[in-house]
């Protein structure tokens, strides 16, 4: 039987922020785990926001393959604007109550392609037991109610299934409080939780997700002493794990390890609204942005095509470039020329553009913000003055990936599920088979 198996995501951690921490030795967990493995970067996908990565990593597919194509997006059978969390004022834009469905329930219960497996699924049709805390790419074959009175609206998840307090498959005593996010509480809360797990040795695959290092990096940028303090939290969770285990070697004995994070950042200074270049049009299209990655959908009666929309855009210092299908061919469209896909140099970026584009939900016209820009949310939210991500550009495209006790090349975020299998003795899905694909 191989070694049960720990992934440990980071949301938003950098490979500088990652290599700095090993180097300075302020971050004990992750300098033991680095020096017990083996380190490589490796890419995200796109746009590189978190629903769209951490759905890549669980399903070992990109969006082409899984469905969810942004933070947030524009639905056309039902006619509306998905959002799952730009920020507090998008989400009461797109409407609270129906956000917080979508994000809560939707996202893994409609959004997410039934033909996409997830990693719990897969490994748990096997007859192992999976672990979730906090990830929210979770569905799984068991049937969970929320702990909160009067929500009887049932979610699906692995056997141990644990989602910032609303859902709970086993009792812990650990305690979430959202209202000291800040002060790291939601990491906190999963700490308590992988502390309890480890310490009963209750599963065999857990994917651990922190989310407070994003957090802090999107308030102060990705330079900045607020995520160099959370990186300190984030190390602290890891630790927790050890400690549980009975201390770090032990932890090893017990468990083999992937830790990377789910999409990098870049420094904002400046902000735009990309439904501008548009506003004559807004009977014919729909634009949803987020951060520094936007789409602009077109709407049955449009008298425009994806050619037209990028050509709007030309001559835009807040735009790189877009991206849109046309036939079979995937066009990038930078400095008012034309490109094929191919030819551009960002990472992985013809399997990126085009796993993305074959998103049913996806924009007829993609778009990836200029270095330093963002496009404002929904409800006119950005970071200028911290930091961001989502678009095809290195800084926010790659990732640290660390590997302990797991032989496999990993280069993508979605070699993680096919290896985590493959450890196992787990055959793939096709839909895992199809990562190779773009949808
Ligand atoms: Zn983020």
Redesign the pocket.
């Known amino acids: 039987m191989p070694r049960k198996l720990v992934l440990m995501v980071v949301?938003?951690m950098t490979p500088a922020a990652f290599e700095r921490a090993i180097e300075d030795g302020k971050a004990p967990a992750l300098s033991f785990l680095a020096a017990h493995g083996e380190y490589r970067q490796a890419t995200s996908v796109f746009p590189s926001?978190?629903p769209v990565c951490l759905t890549s990593i669980a399903t070992g597919a990109g969006p082409g393959v899984h469905h969810v194509p942004s933070l947030v997006w524009w639905n056309r059978q039902e006619r509306r604007i998905v959002e799952y969390g730009s920020s507090f004022p998008a989400l009461r834009a797109a409407g609270l109550s129906q956000s917080l469905l979508d994000t809560i329930f939707n996202m893994n219960a409609r959004h997410l392609s039934r033909d996409a497996v997830t990693v719990y699924e897969a490994l748990e049709d096997a007859g192992l037991v999976a672990a979730a805390v906090n990830i929210t790419c979770y569905r799984g074959r068991h049937r969970y109610l929320p702990t909160v009175p009067g929500l009887n609206r049932a979610a699906h998840g692995p056997r141990r299934f644990f989602f910032y307090g609303l859902f709970e498959s086993d009792r812990t005593g650990a305690r979430f409080a959202v209202r000291s996010r800040r002060s790291g509480s939601v990491d906190a809360y999963a700490a308590a939780v992988g502390r309890w797990l480890v310490t009963r040795d209750g599963f065999d695959f857990l994917a651990y997700y922190l989310s407070g290092y994003?957090y802090a990096s999107?308030e102060g940028g990705p330079e900045g002493a607020a995520a160099e303090q959370a990186l300190e939290q984030v190390d602290a969770a890891i630790g927790a794990l050890f400690e549980a285990a009975g201390g770090p070697d032990e932890f090893l004995e017990r468990y083999a390890v992937v830790l990377l994070s789910d999409h990098g950042q870049t420094s904002v200074e400046r902000a735009v609204r990309l439904e501008e270049p548009f506003a004559d049009l807004a009977d014919q299209v729909v634009v949803a942005a987020s951060?520094r990655a936007g789409q602009v959908y077109l709407l049955p009666q449009a008298r425009v095509d994806a050619g037209e929309l990028a050509r709007r855009l030309d001559g835009s210092v807040a735009v790189e470039l877009t991206l849109r299908g046309e036939g079979d061919e995937v066009v990038a469209r930078r400095e008012g020329a034309d490109v094929p896909v191919e030819e551009l140099e960002h990472p992985d970026a013809a399997w990126r553009a085009r796993s993305a584009l074959a998103n049913p939900n996806a924009g007829e016209l993609l778009v990836s913000a200029a270095e330093g820009w963002e496009l404002t949310d929904l409800g006119g939210r950005h970071h200028v003055g911290g930091g961001s991500?989502g678009s095809l550009a290195a800084g926010d495209s790659f990732v640290p990936l660390l590997t302990v006790g797991l032989q496999a090349e990993l280069r993508r975020i979605t070699d993680v599920a096919p290896a985590v299998l493959d450890h196992f003795g787990v055959r793939e899905p096709p839909s895992m088979e199809a990562a190779a694909g773009v949808g």
């Open positions: 949301d938003g926001l978190t994003d999107h951060n991500h």
